[in-house]
């Protein structure tokens, strides 16, 4: 069994003495701790804290970390606090631990809530001190290798949790050595047959190629040592979850994701990296498309290669990667070789590197949790974040943007600044404009512009990717949604008031805090906002008011609604939509429902539907159009059409010679000679849809024309 001598031994290969004897004592104390305590498998529980430590130790690790490994489940399983280890270890050590420590059990609704809440606080953590991360980590991959005691669900959950946040954030801070062990790990707790027949696969087709690998191993270490390039050529083995996801994913058998040869070459540095390259290029033939410089262009938790696949003896793929030892360090200890080099007193710039692009990520997430709604929201901020292939465009001054596949100018422009984002009206790309939607590629220089009174639209959430530009979009649509609230709130409640030939402004004080305190609500804000989303009905709010302004005497009944009706211009926002039951155009006669968490649906008066609205009359608002709309309005029509060639073709010229837009277009041929047209157009008002119909009725071959409604 492993024990903290063992740990010591191999801690005394690049930590002094001093330091491994404050890890030993954080061990004792925590065998103290624990006393009594075992695990799910009989062992005594001072074996898992002690497991952790020696995977830390693995990676180099500083000792604070050792400590914080050996202490972290302190918190949570005993009766020590985390003032009783600041004392005993320090303030950094105790820091660590807390986050490190799960929340303290609180009953959540369900799971979901617990992991996301759990994994908020660990990020909050992660912003003070980045080693929290990884001792996390190196906790979850001893539990993950300790499953086997646990109940099949309570296996699958926690696989599940595995694979979507730690292997992922893993990947995203460069560890490679634990991704690609909680990958497996996970895939073998959620797909045990799938899992043992690959791995049995593997062992086997691994056995029957061994003389093909052997042969081409020694082709390419004899082609370096013939050109005089030190390197060591090792053969590259893929992980039993890339193959499952290779053969699931892109329709292939075992036999054709094995036949592909990986080989990794490890050199002293960037220079003999590239001379190495023209090497195995001149023994082998390239295939076109598929050489990947990250040497120049760094992945983002700070990878670095050069990547080649080649065409071996017989057509057979060979995919070579070529590093340096210290870019093979980082492949696969990723954050941590920041505090390897910095166990040995040196600094590296690769580990700062990283470092620093950890710590900006981890700033990133901060500002998604600011903007994210709840913890759930958050956590699926996160996942969508980890973390796609990346593509690299440029700003106009040069500096490289790096961005996940298919992302937006709309993604770039949050990447930049939030406030950039918010206020982005149009792109140059490469010098030439481009919508916001166009989906970006390596090597563009992008040019965002910008206008003051711009704001995000709804629309904008279908064609982002990044986690950064969703949240921000979400967090500015839901401001600008209890701005427009507050406001219109404030027109409703005015017009009810004027009834009572009074405003909100000419009321005393003493009404409305009476009425806020009758309804438990904060301020002036909170009644309004519930009026304008129609939680709260206006003329009724209007006669409380008075009722407390004239004390014990009751208000006069009010017959209906406030006098005059509100006018809308089409351009209100997000508190005043149009029914799409019978689509309303600026000079229709039209009246408002209030629809509560909704604002004012603004029906045609004609409509059907406002037969059932109208039993709640003190919800319906009269409405008139102003003359300022500049809007366009989508309005459905149906055609009856005689069927000939070119029909689609003569609709649309004479719709856009009247300076409209066909939005949607569906025909139903019902026999040889006659179609049904189905158009929606936009349209400015009632009277540029009555000069488009005039102008479809002058065809010959158009019969009747209908305008929709439910």
């Known amino acids: 069994m492993f024990t903290i001598d063992d740990l010591a031994d191999r801690l005394g290969g690049y930590l002094p003495q001093d330091e491994i004897q404050q890890v030993k004592r954080a061990f004792y104390y925590a065998e103290q701790a624990h006393d009594g305590q075992r695990r799910r498998s009989g062992e005594p529980y001072v074996t898992h804290p002690l497991a952790v430590a020696n995977i830390l130790a693995n990676m180099h690790m500083d000792h604070q970390s050792l400590m914080a490994a050996m202490l972290h489940d302190v918190i949570e399983d005993t009766g020590v606090d985390k003032e009783a280890l600041g004392e005993q270890f320090g303030k950094p050590v105790a820091e660590l631990v807390d986050g490190v420590s799960k929340l303290t059990q609180i009953t959540f609704e369900d799971k979901a809530v617990a992991q996301a809440e759990n994994f908020q606080k660990m990020v909050l953590a992660m912003s003070r001190d980045i080693r929290v991360i990884i001792v996390k980590l190196a906790d979850r991959l001893h539990n993950m290798r300790t499953l086997g005691a646990l109940r099949p669900e309570k296996k699958r959950r926690i696989a599940r949790e595995t694979l979507e946040i730690y292997a992922r954030v893993a990947s995203r801070l460069g560890i490679n050595t634990i991704r690609v062990e909680l990958e497996d790990l996970s895939f073998q707790a959620l797909h045990p047959m799938r899992s043992e027949r690959i791995k049995r696969a593997v062992a086997s087709a691994r056995g029957q190629r061994r003389a093909s690998i052997r042969q081409i191993q020694n082709s390419l270490q004899k082609s370096l040592d013939d050109e005089g390039l030190k390197g060591s050529v090792i053969g590259r083995q893929k992980h039993l979850l890339s193959i499952y996801r290779k053969m699931r994913d892109q329709r292939k058998s075992f036999a054709e994701i094995m036949d592909v040869f990986g080989f990794r070459i490890i050199t002293q540095d960037v220079d003999t990296c590239y001379r190495i390259l023209g090497v195995v290029h001149n023994l082998y033939k390239p295939v076109p498309?598929?050489?990947?410089?990250?040497?120049?262009?760094?992945?983002?938790?700070?990878?670095?290669?050069?990547?080649?696949?080649?065409?071996?003896?017989?057509?057979?793929?060979?995919?070579?990667?070529?590093?340096?030892?210290?870019?093979?360090?980082?492949?696969?200890?990723?954050?941590?070789?920041?505090?390897?080099?910095?166990?040995?007193?040196?600094?590296?710039?690769?580990?700062?590197?990283?470092?620093?692009?950890?710590?900006?990520?981890?700033?990133?997430?901060?500002?998604?949790?600011?903007?994210?709604?709840?913890?759930?929201?958050?956590?699926?901020?996160?996942?969508?974040?980890?973390?796609?292939?990346?593509?690299?465009?440029?700003?106009?001054?040069?500096?490289?943007?790096?961005?996940?596949?298919?992302?937006?100018?709309?993604?770039?422009?949050?990447?930049?600044?939030?406030?950039?984002?918010?206020?982005?009206?149009?792109?140059?790309?490469?010098?030439?404009?481009?919508?916001?939607?166009?989906?970006?590629?390596?090597?563009?220089?992008?040019?965002?512009?910008?206008?003051?009174?711009?704001?995000?639209?709804?629309?904008?959430?279908?064609?982002?990717?990044?986690?950064?530009?969703?949240?921000?979009?979400?967090?500015?649509?839901?401001?600008?949604?209890?701005?427009?609230?507050?406001?219109?709130?404030?027109r409703l409640l005015n017009k009810a008031l004027a009834t009572f030939e009074t405003s909100l402004e000419e009321l005393p004080p003493g009404p409305l805090e009476a009425l806020l305190a009758e309804n438990d609500l904060a301020n002036e804000e909170a009644l309004l906002t519930s009026i304008g989303l129609g939680t709260r009905v206006a003329h009724v709010v209007a006669r409380r008011l008075v009722d407390f302004q004239h004390g014990d005497h009751a208000a006069p009944e009010v017959e209906g609604q406030a006098q005059g009706p509100i006018m809308i211009s089409g351009a209100e926002g997000m508190v005043i939509k149009f029914a799409r039951c019978c689509h309303p155009l600026p000079g229709d006669p039209v009246i408002g429902h209030l629809s509560a968490g909704k604002g004012i649906v603004v029906h045609r008066v004609e409509c059907r539907n406002l037969a059932e609205l109208r039993s709640d009359p003190d919800k319906l608002f009269p409405l008139n159009w102003s003359d300022q709309t500049d809007e366009d309005f989508p309005v459905p029509l149906r055609l009856e059409v005689e069927s000939r060639r070119g029909l689609v073709a003569e609709l649309a010229g004479l719709i856009t010679d009247a300076d409209a837009n066909i939005e949607r277009i569906d025909i139903e041929e019902r026999d040889a000679r006659l179609s049904i047209v189905s158009l929606t157009l936009a349209v400015r008002n009632r009277v540029h849809l009555a000069r488009i119909i005039k102008r479809l009725r002058n065809l010959s071959h158009v019969g009747k024309i209908t305008r929709l409604s439910n």
């Open 289 to 490: 498309g598929r050489f990947k410089d990250y040497i120049a262009i760094p992945k983002a938790n700070g990878y670095q290669s050069l990547h080649t696949t080649l065409f071996g003896a017989g057509g057979m793929p060979i995919e070579v990667q070529i590093r340096t030892r210290e870019m093979e360090a980082m492949a696969n200890n990723g954050i941590a070789a920041h505090w390897l080099y910095k166990a040995g007193q040196t600094e590296h710039p690769i580990a700062e590197g990283s470092h620093a692009r950890a710590r900006a990520w981890v700033k990133g997430l901060l500002e998604m949790q600011r903007h994210a709604g709840d913890s759930l929201e958050f956590i699926e901020h996160v996942k969508n974040d980890l973390f796609p292939d990346d593509i690299y465009v440029f700003t106009p001054k040069g500096d490289i943007m790096e961005l996940p596949q298919g992302a937006t100018v709309i993604d770039f422009a949050y990447s930049v600044h939030t406030d950039i984002g918010n206020s982005c009206i149009a792109c140059r790309i490469d010098r030439h404009l481009a919508p916001l939607s166009t989906r970006l590629e390596s090597g563009q220089t992008l040019e965002i512009i910008t206008a003051p009174g711009a704001r995000p639209n709804l629309a904008w959430l279908n064609v982002v990717v990044t986690a950064k530009a969703r949240s921000a979009i979400r967090h500015a649509l839901k401001h600008q949604q209890h701005t427009e609230a507050v406001q219109l709130g404030r």
